[in-house]
């Protein structure tokens, strides 16, 4: 198992900038394919982007193809999301989550065994 902690979010207007965090430990994380999700009030879970294990590959919800990059510092135990150019839609909590696996990479949160706690980020008009 892998213990999760994100940060960096906050309140910013449109147009603006941020970059999560997520932080691991507990385990050996470049076995881990690690996402991101977010969750809007009375909305489901929904795929932002994810990484494979060696951050050789990406995938990216529609949404936030574009505008949203993620990154791996394997050396670090770090995933990083760079958000840029936000949109009010983009307020959510946003969690990060992995799953042990050399190789694979999903798209559903069922997937994914490990979990953050989460952190808020509001965009504002």
């Known amino acids: 198992q892998v213990q999760l902690v994100e940060s960096g979010g906050g309140l910013v207007q449109a147009g603006a900038s941020l970059r999560l965090s997520c932080g691991a430990s507990g385990s050996t994380f470049s076995w881990y394919a690690i996402a991101w999700f977010r969750q809007a009030p009375g909305k489901e879970r929904e795929f932002v982007a994810g990484?494979?294990?060696?951050?050789?590959?990406?995938y990216y919800a529609d949404s936030v193809k574009g505008r949203f990059a993620i990154s791996r510092d394997n050396a670090r135990d770090t995933v990083y999301l760079q958000m840029n150019s936000l949109k009010p839609e983009d307020t959510a909590i946003y969690y990060c989550?992995?799953?042990?696996?050399?190789?694979?990479?999903?798209?559903?949160?069922?997937?994914?065994?490990?979990w953050g706690q989460g952190t808020q980020v509001t965009v504002t008009s």
């Open positions: 989550a992995a799953q042990y696996s050399p190789v694979a990479l999903a798209t559903a949160p069922t997937w994914y065994n490990n």
């Open positions: 990484i494979n294990s060696s951050g050789g590959r990406q």
